[in-house]
């Protein structure tokens, strides 16, 4: 009788330690992010077939031609791929404004993507939204402009590299002396301000150039018209222009028509648009870099289906280099630019392993 009573005595005792133990263990970690900041996207299954894969894009235009050849890249390298890919952007009557982007990403959040793909309004104006995206387990991938807070991958141009091209080319065009005049584009955009600092740094190689407006023109073309008016009004004897983008080239141009000093001005821009190289050819422009734009809309597509499928992207922050196109190789631009598109696509998957 009391060695079944010693017996329970131990058994009792046992019970009592591990009971204590477990009482004594930490709580388990809550899984993501603690309280206050922004949870990490979810991991995508491993082995997802491509066309399984969906893929929400969201630019702040379509009017502008460096956001179609952007889509025309990433439409084309989707339908290479075989990926779901849908495209949208801002009202027209406001598509710059980063309020109007927020409402199209979380009507993408709703649709549950699994990765929402975005052309950024601001470099932290719509950060509250991709904060939103990531939490609910969507990947987020950025191009053109890198933003403040986490993403997956960001894929932008060298902007300021391209700029100091164009300063450089501008500086050698002018023989190294002469007057010049920048039209600046939208205030507070990360893109702009190094493209602008890029092409200070090269002309600032040509002592002989001075500087004599800078003026805001908005990245838009009528109002680089009336800027450029207003600078010729006041420097009549200008002998170059410079823009932040294509559209206030043009913009220029066309105030230079108006007075007769088409030709005499040596004009240059950014972004390789259609328009622009079209104005090179006919005589009108003299340069623009090429930023890219459909090579990028290749690879942001190409970098969110890896994302997607779980594997492993070469980089979360991938720069492209840009190119001058000039009236010395503008005709062979356009003799390869057909070409130049269906190889970057074939590169693209090769380089990434996508096929």
Same mark, same amino acid.
């Given at each position: 009788? $009391?060695?079944?009573?010693?017996?329970?005595?131990?058994?009792?005792?046992?019970?009592?330690?591990?009971?204590?133990?477990?009482?004594?263990?930490?709580?388990?970690?809550e899984?993501?992010?603690?309280?206050?900041?922004?949870?990490?996207?979810?991991?995508?299954?491993?082995?997802?077939?491509?066309?399984?894969?969906?893929?929400?894009?969201?630019?702040?235009?379509? &009017?502008?031609?460096?956001?179609?050849?952007?889509?025309?890249?990433?439409?084309?390298?989707?339908?290479?791929?075989?990926?779901?890919?849908?495209?949208?952007?801002?009202?027209?009557?406001?598509?710059?404004?980063?309020?109007?982007?927020?409402?199209?990403?979380?009507?993408?959040?709703?649709?549950?993507?699994?990765?929402?793909?975005?052309?950024?309004?601001?470099?932290?104006?719509? &950060?509250?939204?991709?904060?939103?995206?990531?939490?609910?387990?969507?990947?987020?991938?950025?191009?053109?402009? $890198?933003?403040?807070?986490?993403?997956?991958?960001?894929?932008?141009?060298?902007?300021?590299?391209?700029?100091?091209?164009c300063?450089?080319?501008?500086?050698?065009?002018?023989?190294?002396?002469?007057?010049?005049?920048?039209?600046?584009?939208?205030?507070g955009?990360?893109?702009?301000?190094a493209?602008?600092?890029?092409? $200070?740094?090269?002309?600032?190689?040509?002592?002989?150039?001075?500087?004599?407006?800078e003026?805001?023109?908005?990245?838009?073309?009528?109002?680089?018209?009336?800027?450029?008016?207003?600078?010729?009004?006041?420097?009549?004897d200008?002998?170059?222009?410079?823009?932040?983008?294509?559209?206030?080239?043009?913009?220029?141009?066309?105030?230079?028509?108006?007075q007769?000093?088409?030709?005499?001005?040596?004009?240059?821009?950014?972004d390789?648009?259609?328009?622009?190289?079209?104005?090179?050819?006919?005589?009108?422009?003299?340069?623009?870099?090429?930023?890219?734009?459909?090579?990028?809309?290749?690879?942001?597509?190409?970098i969110s289906?890896?994302?997607?499928?779980?594997?492993?992207?070469?980089?979360?922050?991938?720069?492209?280099?840009?190119?001058?196109?000039?009236?010395?190789?503008?005709?062979?631009?356009?003799?390869?630019?057909?070409a130049?598109?269906?190889?970057?696509?074939?590169?693209?998957?090769?380089?990434?392993?996508?096929?």
């Open positions: 009788m $009391k060695m079944k009573k010693s017996i329970l005595l131990v058994m009792m005792a046992l019970v009592m330690i591990v009971s204590m133990v477990g009482c004594a263990s930490p709580a388990p970690q899984s993501g992010a603690a309280a206050g900041e922004t949870a990490a996207a979810g991991e995508p299954k491993e082995g997802k077939a491509a066309s399984d894969v969906v893929i929400a894009q969201s630019m702040p235009t379509l &009017n502008n031609p460096w956001y179609v050849l952007f889509a025309n890249g990433s439409k084309d390298m989707a339908e290479a791929l075989g990926v779901e890919l849908s495209q949208t952007t801002n009202p027209e009557t406001n598509e710059w404004a980063p309020e109007e982007q927020i409402k199209k990403i979380e009507n993408l959040i709703a649709k549950q993507p699994d990765v929402i793909e975005i052309d950024p309004t601001s470099s932290d104006g719509i &950060n509250s939204a991709i904060d939103e995206a990531r939490k609910q387990g969507i990947s987020v991938v950025m191009s053109g402009t $890198k933003v403040t807070t986490e993403v997956e991958c960001s894929i932008t141009a060298d902007n300021k590299q391209g700029g100091k091209l300063g450089e080319f501008m500086g050698e065009a002018l023989e190294g002396k002469g007057k010049i005049a920048i039209l600046q584009g939208t205030p955009r990360d893109v702009v301000q493209r602008e600092d890029g092409f $200070k740094e090269g002309i600032a190689a040509y002592d002989g150039i001075e500087i004599v407006a003026q805001v023109a908005n990245l838009d073309r009528s109002e680089a018209v009336t800027v450029t008016e207003n600078i010729l009004q006041a420097n009549p200008i002998d170059g222009i410079w823009a932040a983008n294509d559209e206030m080239a043009l913009g220029a141009i066309e105030a230079l028509k108006a007769g000093l088409n030709g005499k001005v040596i004009v240059g821009g950014l390789c648009t259609p328009d622009a190289v079209a104005a090179i050819e006919e005589g009108n422009m003299h340069f623009t870099a090429n930023q890219v734009p459909y090579e990028m809309g290749v690879r942001a597509i190409a289906t890896l994302i997607a499928q779980g594997k492993e992207i070469p980089s979360d922050d991938i720069s492209l280099n840009m190119s001058l196109v000039t009236y010395e190789n503008v005709d062979e631009y356009q003799d390869n630019q057909e130049d598109q269906k190889a970057v696509i074939e590169q693209v998957i090769q380089e990434y392993g996508l096929k």
